[in-house]
């Protein structure tokens, strides 16, 4: 008669153990074997992802956020998406505009890169997105991304891939200069009418980068091009599609800081700031950079089976004080469902809104703003 229930600790134990020794596993991150292939850091690398279902163009850097989930335009000046339910609008499309197959999947994006001197609305455009973590000091990464030109583009060189540590958001439709940590060096000319060229290169890291942008980080003046055939525009267009930044060998171990959460003692009444946790401008929809921190308190939780903890939401006071209660609920609730899908069992989580009632910094700066916007998690028992 007792065997069940000692059967059903055995295999608990058993079930935590195994989970403990994956999240050890994911947690190591920087350190690979030679069989082990490096991921993605691009979460959304061939634009397959969407908010909601797009039905058209757009003509504003912000409105491409709201399009492609994860990406956005790093500048006023606005990338274009395709796909099956995307329409083109009717001048565009008589311009050739979407008349190409995506290199992958069914889903594409489009960036003006060349043609300023000689004057184009937007002559300039680039896609931007946040990395799934941050890069490591030292290490070796491999960039990989596919582009293809418009019919009747012209062709330049330069295209490439810059690394931020924040995320780059400016109120012009400017040129953004930058040292590329990869470019084409010759023209991306292709070989017949609608192929594909793949940039590729080898970096090493120099700084903790979070953000990468592709596009062409180079004035008019500095850039390669040349001109085909009859009737050419004036500037170039490239599709751009399954976009790769990955981990190359030699791998480093990544050490863990002290201030790290799996280094923090757990207390009943303790509360832990949940670092590094993003979400969707103004939703609250998770980013893939979450999950990084939130693996470690998956690992916690794990760890002391019977721990019960209350997640806070925060937010800056921008908005009304009833909405932003209303997010910060909504984005504490978003943890707690992470968790509950990943195996913890919901009576042991709360869930509570603060909004901008409890602001640790000023809501003056956007500086300040940023460090409000938050996350926490309270120990309500061991």
């Known amino acids: 008669m007792n065997s069940y229930p000692k059967r059903t600790l055995f295999f608990s134990f058993c079930y935590r153990l195994v ?20 991921l993605n850091l691009v979460p959304n690398p061939g634009f397959e992802k969407f908010i909601g279902t797009p039905d058209r163009w757009f003509y504003r850097g912000a409105d491409f956020a709201r399009t492609a989930r994860y990406w956005f335009s790093a500048t006023t000046a606005s990338p274009d998406a395709y796909g099956p339910a995307i329409k083109v609008p009717f001048d565009w499309a008589e311009k050739g505009f979407g008349n190409r197959k995506p290199h992958s999947g069914k889903h594409m994006a489009g960036i003006t890169v060349f043609g300023c001197t000689d004057g184009k609305p937007h002559c300039r455009e680039y ?33 490439g891939a810059y690394m931020s540590i924040n995320p780059i958001r400016r109120t012009t439709d400017e040129v953004l200069v930058r040292e590329a940590q990869v470019a084409a060096p010759n023209i991306l000319k292709p ?5 594909w060229m793949k940039i590729s290169g080898v970096f090493q890291a120099k700084y903790p980068a979070e953000h990468l942008l592709v596009g062409n980080f180079n004035d008019d003046e ?5 001109a085909v055939g009859a009737d050419v525009y004036n500037y170039a267009y490239y599709y ?7 981990k190359a060998p030699p791998y480093l171990t990544v050490p863990v800081p002290d201030d790290d959460l799996t280094k923090q003692k757990m207390a009943p009444g303790k509360s832990f ?8 401008f103004d939703r609250h929809e998770l980013m893939p950079r979450s999950f990084v921190e939130l693996k470690k308190l998956l690992g916690i939780l794990t760890k002391y089976p019977t721990m019960t903890i209350e997640i806070v939401g925060h937010t800056d006071n921008v908005g009304n004080d009833a909405y932003n209660t209303t997010l910060s609920q909504q984005r504490a609730q978003s943890v707690v469902n992470y ?4 195996h913890i069992h919901k009576n042991r989580l709360r869930v509570r809104g603060e909004g901008e009632k409890k602001p640790i910094s000023t809501n003056e700066t956007e500086e300040g703003r940023q460090l409000n916007r938050r996350v926490e998690f309270v120990v309500i028992k061991m």
């Open 19 to 38: 989970v403990l020794l994956l999240l050890a596993v994911s947690h190591v991150g920087a350190q690979h074997s030679s069989k082990e292939a490096p």
């Open 127 to 159: 896609i931007q997105i946040q990395l799934t973590e941050p890069l490591v000091v030292g290490q070796n990464y491999l960039f990989e991304c596919w582009v293809s030109p418009l019919d009747r583009s012209m062709y330049i060189n330069n295209i």
């Open 191 to 195: 070989t017949k009418p609608g192929a």
């Open 222 to 226: 500095h850039t390669l091009n040349t």
């Open 240 to 246: 751009v599609d399954d976009v790769l930044l990955q």
């Open 273 to 280: 700031l949940l670092k590094n946790i993003y979400f969707e």
């Open 339 to 342: 968790l509950v899908g990943n």
